[in-house]
Structures are given as structure tokens and as C-alpha cells.
């Protein structure tokens, strides 16, 4: 029975990766700050569901807080770590800069700390497509270089992926770096945008849609994410010396067992289109209210997720119609609207 502890699991993502490992017949440690950035209720609801689960547990804590979590994994003594907590947010970052250096950068540098001490067989350290800033070639590949952020959430996450490259190289770490494109589904936080427009559809207030919907994103379907994720966990990176002949497409990198990959649909949508599919659903038309672009935001994410598909033969399917239903139900069902 694999060990693993998920930071985060309080969060949209870890909630949904926790629920997935503990049907599969793992012992899951979690690790979350239940921080205000959004209703912490939700948080804490997400934490009472897993911990129905006797073969669930969990440390409240900050990342930040070095004591605590080296109390935690250390105590728990896990096989696999999966990072995942983390300040999210673009439009958040520009204006509470520290939040994100703290959690992010700080944080990360402490999880490693831990895990320099307490080695384990696989760390899985979660990024977001935001690193790829202003490149603009497409479909983003984990081989192209991602050195021109646009915000300072996309760069607290590059700095943490560069941290946890520098700890594979000089220890031994066996790392991947999960690069997330435009995650959603069921348990969504309030601040993602299908959140926010079934929201104010529903109460006939208006929705912001930002560079005059010239717009598009490759939308992830949360438990097709948390799938590729489970499949990863089994594909650590090898040490350079004791690895076999490498593909040109592989972003395992040459000086240490570390690798990044990308987790997307390879699908993009049009803004324009998703809010069509959020009409139709709701049977309601919503109040457009058109803007300029926002500052750090980019207009276009694309995923090349063939490293995904070689390394576990899986690919994220969920049509974005499928995805946005089962969305919409669980929102109605629970805020009862």
C-alpha cells in the first residue's frame, strides 16, 4: 500500500488527487494551510470528505512554517510526495507580490529542505502553463525555454521548478514538474472563471470577459488531471547514469533526475465558445460586459501533451461540454440554485 503525501489537499486539485489515490488503495498524509484566499468553508468540506476515509489524515499548517512540516512528513513517512499547495492566481499576484514569494518560493524551498532529509522514491511538484509567459509558438512544449513570465504567480512557480531542479541535481531527488493547463470540474475554486460565470449567469449579473473575448484556453478536466498525475507517481526520472537511450521529446534533463510535464487537453477553446457552452447548460443567456486585456494574463495556452501519452499512454479526454455539465450539476446542487 503506497504512502503518499499530498500538500494541499484542502485545494481543488489535491481534494480530487486525494479522493482518486485512496480508492486506489493508498495511504494518503495531507498537508494544507486552509488559507482565506477564497470561502474556507469549501476547503474544509473538501478535508471532512476525505477524512471519512480511515486511511486519510491530515496536518493543518503553513508551508512557511518549517517546523511543522517537517514534523508531518517525517512522522508520516511517505513513499511519494506531490506538491501541490500553492498561492494561486495571476490578477492576485500583482497586487499581493509577498504572498506568492512566501508560499511559492519559500515554501517549496522548505518541502525540499524536508525531503533532502527524508528522502523519497518520487516528488511531484505542480507548475501551471503561466511559466510559458510570452512564448508564442504553439502547442507549448516542456523543451522550449520559459523565460519571459508575465506575472508574479508565473514566476514564483518558475523559480519553485528551478529550486527542485538545483535540489534533483545536488541530491539525488527524483522530481517532475506538472505543468497544468486551465484546470476545472466539480469542487472549482470561486475564483476560476467557470465559477465566477455560472455564478453571476444565475443571478443575472453581468460577466467580465477580458481582452474583448479574443481569447483562448486549454481547459483540463480536473479528475483527467488527477489521472495523469496517479500515472506519473509510477514513472520517476532516472539518474543520467543509470538511464537508457533518451527521446528527442523527452524534457528529462541531462544533469539530473528531474523532468517537466505538461498536463493539458490539447484542445484549445475560445473564450466565446465556453461561455456558449455555460448558456446552454444554464438555459441562460448572460450579461456581457467586454474589457481590455488584464495586466499578466496571456491570451492563448495550448498544451503538447505527447510526453504525457509516451510516458503513460494516457491523454486527457473530457470534452469541454462534458466537463462543464458536470460543473454546473454539482454547482446546483450545492448552492442550491
Not at 468553508?41 to 477524512?51: A, C, D, F, G, V
Not at 486519510?56 to 512557511?64: D, K, P, V, Y
Not at 506531490?82 to 519559500?106: E, F, K, M
Request: glycine share 6%; aromatic share 10%.
Amino acid at each position: 500500500m503506497m504512502r503518499v503525501l499530498i500538500t494541499g489537499t484542502a485545494g481543488f486539485i489535491g481534494f480530487h488527487l486525494a479522493q482518486l489515490l485512496l480508492d486506489a488503495g493508498c495511504t494518503v498524509y495531507g498537508y494544507d494551510g486552509i488559507t482565506d484566499y477564497y470561502d474556507t468553508t469549501l476547503k474544509r468540506e473538501r478535508h471532512q470528505l476525505l477524512l471519512r476515509n480511515p486511511n486519510f489524515a491530515a496536518t493543518e499548517g503553513m508551508l512557511e512554517d518549517f517546523d511543522t512540516l517537517q514534523q508531518a512528513v517525517l512522522a508520516f513517512g511517505p513513499q511519494v510526495v506531490v506538491h501541490l499547495a500553492a498561492q494561486a492566481g495571476v490578477r492576485y499576484s500583482i497586487d499581493h507580490p509577498r504572498t506568492y514569494i512566501d508560499s511559492n518560493v519559500i515554501g517549496t524551498f522548505n518541502l525540499l529542505e524536508v525531503v533532502r532529509e527524508r528522502p523519497v522514491e518520487h516528488l511531484l511538484l505542480a507548475s501551471t502553463s503561466s511559466v510559458y509567459g510570452a512564448n508564442t509558438e504553439m502547442p507549448f512544449n516542456e523543451n522550449e525555454k520559459a523565460d519571459t513570465q508575465l506575472s508574479i504567480y508565473a514566476a514564483s512557480k518558475k523559480a519553485a521548478e528551478s529550486l527542485a531542479h538545483t535540489y534533483a541535481h545536488l541530491f539525488g531527488i527524483p522530481t517532475t514538474v506538472l505543468r497544468f493547463f486551465t484546470v476545472y470540474g466539480p469542487w472549482g475554486r470561486p475564483d476560476l472563471a467557470l465559477f465566477k460565470f455560472v455564478d453571476a449567469i444565475l443571478d443575472e449579473r453581468p460577466i467580465d470577459i477580458y481582452n474583448h473575448g479574443d481569447m483562448q484556453r486549454d481547459f483540463t478536466y480536473v479528475r483527467d488531471l488527477v489521472r495523469a498525475i496517479e500515472l506519473l507517481i509510477g514513472v520517476p526520472p532516472a539518474a543520467a547514469e543509470s538511464r537508457g537511450e533518451v527521446s528527442p521529446s523527452d524534457s528529462i534533463s541531462e544533469v539530473a533526475p528531474f523532468r517537466i510535464v505538461n498536463i493539458g487537453n490539447s484542445e484549445p477553446v475560445r473564450l466565446l465558445d465556453f461561455v456558449e457552452i455555460i448558456e446552454e447548460k444554464l438555459g441562460k443567456k448572460a450579461q456581457r460586459n467586454y474589457r481590455g486585456m488584464q495586466p499578466g494574463d496571456v491570451p492563448a495556452t495550448w498544451a503538447n501533451a505527447d510526453l504525457l501519452r509516451d510516458l503513460t499512454g494516457y491523454r486527457p479526454k473530457t470534452d469541454i461540454r462534458a466537463g462543464v455539465s458536470a460543473f454546473v450539476d454539482w454547482f446546483r446542487e450545492y448552492y442550491r440554485k
